[in-house]
């Protein structure tokens, strides 16, 4: 997916400069409000947007033939370093508040952030769920192996905060530094269940199972996101956020678990 | 060497490149000492927390040098005198690891070592044994990780020993083990010890294998490394201080071993630099 | 304690099949050019390059036979191998080194220091038995691995081109040296060199090997009295042309023919010395001599008031003129030239 992404997006630069150069637009076909988007908009998102993300950029240069789309995915917290340290970001899509709050106390943002999607947790567990863990109480069994993300990443205070209100003592044999992490030992086989977002258990495909958590002691996590104040090109990164905003791109998230805004 | 003249045939351009190498290596430590809050870096350095990664960190890659010395000087041995078909192949399958991505690495070590990896799953179902979240995991992940660097060290050394001197020791009666104890290993000491501080440095500064495949636990582990990348989203300032501790340890056993391991006797073999 | 030794071995494009009998107390030089096998040869027989086929035997026990699937380790050889260059080992004194052999054999290091401490006096180095190799001279490094080589008492002592890589005033002395240890020697002692002095100077008999085969054995005199090889015939400095005679002529390979005098049919070797050769610019039909071959000139050396000149064409030879025949002919390099020689000048032996 990674792969035609980036083809297309070189294909979609390759054919701006042949325009370009032969100074020839008969074939970009100005579309009803996307005259004016053009150009590259680089767009840092959080790691659990990657799959929704690449998706909604596919439809979103559809839409606005002129404009390319580049990601930059990794840990939110380390997108705000980035940013503040002068990346030429557009848009920044964090995956909990607290990263968006850093960015904004830095005064990179323009704008106020809107939320673009809500997150919700979920026990992970191997196919076929072999262990029998019904509920956050069956995590607290010794001999089970229970990786939990460490509390400086969003899944890691989710999992505190969930566990804290269902009062179970886990007794982790790991705290990953981001979410993937917990994802890999579970789908490897060497944890036997951790606490992760919904939309990685989607992600993990058949490789591992979810087990729900009553909504009563389930955490939301919010998805914010904002055109940078750096932006260089603003309009079309407004344009971006926009669209991920509206139904399309609402729809796409929903195609991968994200719950509505 | 005459520094007088070694420095007068040394060409502009080549001086010019060079600084820009030094500044490349150093300005980034100045920028973290620029950074570092100096005011609290004792409290953060004394912290319970970084004094136990800091601990696990020198144990694990002290045992990781050991292990990489142990099946590493042979392994180098084998790929440097023994003419096998594939040897070319085995010796490409054995530094894979340094250029593969370390995350990668952690992963394959489950397939391998894992629970129901390859051999782990015996080790799991015979022993009770298992490696990821446990220190000894740590141990195999920098393994992984930092055995090629004496490996490729230690052979490099090896070709161009003079096999004759060995050929001499066979000549003069000594078994070839005894051979390989007295005079293989003392004329290589140099390059073996270059190597094992490359592959220490290497399982020092591990991170990428080591929490994918034995995870994140403090006092078990938890590396310093690890400690580091964590802090970074939270208090990045200790981040800065940690990182610091690290290099302050990196840099006080290069600078101190050279002395000691690098230097032989007056005339002797040539210094492998560090 | 004699050596007997049949060797087949091939490595690379040598060819290696050699026979060799060696009695104790000799001392035989191996002469011979550069990729004859000299050096593969001493190795084979150290144990160092097991042989494909044939027997090494040392004192009425085998050492190296394929057919019966016997080889013996070279630390299991009682040999001694002092080597090009020495190959003392770096990290060691010279005290160390000399005694490794006594060590590696399980010796106590008290007796093994006093054994090597005798040796190391005996070869006159005791102000440097805590000295390293690379403080030696090389003179002194030679010695050094001499004596290495020499304390374990072995059957068999081989040495390769122990004074190569020595300047001229030092070798002098240290052959006299290596002479006085070798004469005192009751084992086998093969000595590879290239140079003749060495092998006039220590052996006893001298073995020439040209691509993998030995060529001629004897003495040194005998050898180059009959040369067999173009490599001794060099050595000497006469021509040397190899052929089959018949009715007074003999046909090179090539098909040069060379008019002889009396001489036995069948495959022989002529060797025409160079101050036999006369070089005319002109082809004088009415000469009594009976050989004449056109050259051109590729090489004049003027040695006093003598000059060797160098022809190739149909027969490559060396031709030595005074210096005023030279300046006479006004011979330059490239000129094209007759040299004639008398057959009763061309001394043929049987090959």
């Given at each position: ?5 980036a083809?297309?997006v ?13 100074g ?5 076909k ?8 053009s150009?590259?908009?680089?767009v ?16 979103f240069?559809?839409e606005?033939p ?73 995590l ?28 179970v003592t ?20 060497e ?34 996101m ?36 | ?16 490149l ?11 430590l ?7 809050p100096?005011?609290?870096?004792a ?18 890659s ?18 440097a ?19 593969l ?6 992963v394959?070590?489950f397939?391998a ?9 015996y080790l799991?179902?015979?022993f ?16 992984f990780?930092a ?20 050929d001499a ?24 010890a270059a ?16 929490i ?9 582990t ?29 840099f006080?056993?290069?600078?101190g ?18 | ?5 049949e ?116 070869v ?6 805590r000295?390293?190799p ?21 059957s ?6 122990p ?66 090889s ?6 000497v400095g ?39 050769i ?16 056109v050259?051109?000139i ?32 006004h ?21």
């Amino acid at each position: 997916m990674r792969l035609r992404l980036a083809l297309s997006v070189l294909f979609a630069s390759l054919m701006g400069v042949f325009a370009v150069a032969c100074g020839d637009d008969n074939d970009t076909k100005p579309s009803s409000d996307g005259a004016a988007i053009s150009g590259e908009v680089v767009v840092f998102a959080a790691s659990s947007l990657t799959e929704a993300f690449t998706a909604i950029g596919e439809a979103f240069t559809e839409e606005y033939p002129d404009a390319h789309v580049t990601f930059n995915f990794a840990g939110s917290g380390d997108l705000v370093t980035q940013i503040t340290q002068g990346a030429p970001a557009d848009v920044f899509a964090s995956a909990d508040d607290s990263n968006m709050t850093k960015l904004i106390d830095a005064g990179e943002n323009n704008g106020d952030p809107i939320v673009i999607a809500k997150n919700t947790f979920q026990i992970i567990v191997e196919p076929g769920n072999p262990k029998g863990i019904a509920d956050l109480a069956d995590l607290a069994d010794p001999d089970l192996i229970v990786v939990l993300c460490a509390d400086t990443v969003p899944c890691g205070k989710g999992a505190s905060t969930i566990l804290a209100n269902a009062g179970v003592t886990v007794t982790a044999k790991s705290f990953e530094d981001k979410v993937k992490g917990v994802v890999t030992k579970v789908t490897a086989g060497e944890a036997d269940a951790g606490i992760v977002f919904v939309t990685d258990v989607i992600a993990a495909g058949d490789a591992a199972e979810g087990v729900e958590i009553p909504s009563g002691l389930n955490v939301i996590s919010n998805y914010p996101m904002v055109v940078t104040k750096g932006a260089p090109n603003a309009a079309a990164a407004q344009a971006f956020v926009d669209f991920v905003a509206r139904a399309q791109g609402q729809a796409i998230l929903a195609l991968f678990g994200f719950l509505a805004r | 060497m005459n520094a007088r003249r070694s420095g007068s045939t040394f060409p502009a351009p080549a001086k010019a490149l060079a600084a820009i190498a030094v500044a490349f290596f150093s300005l980034p430590l100045i920028g973290l000492l620029w950074r570092a809050p100096w005011s609290h870096a004792a409290e953060y350095v004394t912290d319970d927390a970084s004094l136990t990664a800091l601990k696990l960190s020198l144990i694990c890659s002290v045992w990781a040098t050991a292990l990489s010395i142990v099946f590493g000087v042979p392994l180098a041995w084998l790929l440097a005198r023994v003419k096998f078909p594939g040897r070319r192949f085995v010796r490409a399958l054995c530094t894979l690891s340094m250029v593969l991505p370390p995350v990668v690495g952690g992963v394959a070590l489950f397939f391998a070592l894992g629970r129901r990896g390859i051999v782990g799953q015996y080790l799991d179902r015979w022993f009770d044994f298992r490696l990821p979240f446990t220190t000894a995991g740590v141990v195999v992940a920098q393994t992984f990780v930092a055995m090629p660097f004496l490996v490729v060290t230690v052979e490099a050394a090896l070709r161009q020993l003079d096999g004759r001197l060995e050929d001499a020791s066979r000549t003069l009666g000594a078994s070839s083990w005894y051979t390989f104890r007295r005079v293989t290993l003392p004329a290589i000491r140099p390059a073996l010890a270059a190597g094992a501080v490359l592959a220490w440095a290497r399982a020092l500064g591990e991170f990428g294998a080591t929490i994918t495949f034995a995870g994140n636990f403090p006092g078990t582990t938890q590396t310093l490394p690890l400690s580091v990348y964590l802090a970074l989203d939270t208090n990045p300032e200790q981040a800065i201080v940690l990182a610091l501790v690290l290099i302050a340890v990196s840099f006080a056993v290069l600078i101190g071993l050279r002395d000691r391991w690098f230097a032989g006797g007056e005339g002797e073999a040539p210094r492998v630099l560090l | 304690m004699s050596l007997h030794a049949e060797i087949t071995h091939r490595l690379g494009t040598l060819d290696l099949q050699v026979e060799l009998d060696v009695q104790p107390g000799e001392v035989v030089a191996l002469l011979g050019p550069n990729g004859s096998g000299k050096t593969t040869l001493l190795r084979c027989l150290a144990g160092l390059c097991p042989i494909d086929a044939g027997r090494i035997e040392l004192n009425g026990v085998a050492l190296d036979e394929p057919s019966s699937g016997t080889l013996r380790a070279p630390e299991t050889r009682e040999i001694g191998f002092v080597f090009q260059d020495y190959t003392l080992f770096r990290q060691m004194t010279v005290l160390e080194n000399v005694a490794f052999g006594l060590r590696a054999r399980g010796m106590r290091a008290a007796e093994a220091r006093r054994m090597a401490t005798a040796w190391i006096d005996r070869v006159g180095l005791m102000d440097y038995a805590r000295q390293r190799p690379p403080a030696l001279s090389g003179g002194q490094a030679q010695r050094v691995a001499l004596a290495r080589a020499l304390v374990t008492s072995p059957s068999m002592l081989l040495l390769d081109e122990p004074l190569a890589a020595l300047d001229a005033g030092t070798r002098a002395t240290v052959r006299r040296d290596l002479r006085r240890h070798l004469a005192t020697f009751d084992g086998v002692a093969l000595l590879v060199t290239h140079d003749p002095v060495d092998a006039y100077a220590l052996a006893d008999r001298v073995a020439i090997l040209d691509a993998g085969r030995i060529v001629q054995t004897g003495t040194l005199a005998d050898v180059t009295a009959h040369p067999r090889s173009r490599y001794v015939a060099d050595l000497v400095g006469v021509n040397l042309v190899a052929g089959d005679v018949l009715e007074g002529v003999l046909t090179t390979p090539a098909g040069v023919r060379v008019i002889v005098a009396d001489a036995p049919a069948g495959p022989a070797f002529a060797v025409i010395r160079p101050h036999s050769i006369a070089l005319n610019r002109d082809v004088d039909a009415h000469s009594s001599v009976r050989n004449s071959w056109v050259g051109t000139i590729a090489e004049v050396d003027r040695l006093g008031d003598r000059a060797r000149v160098g022809i190739v064409g149909t027969l490559a030879l060396t031709a030595e003129i005074t210096t005023a025949a030279l300046d006479a002919l006004h011979l330059q390099l490239g000129d094209e030239i007759n040299a004639t020689v008398k057959a009763t000048d061309i001394d043929v032996y049987p090959a």
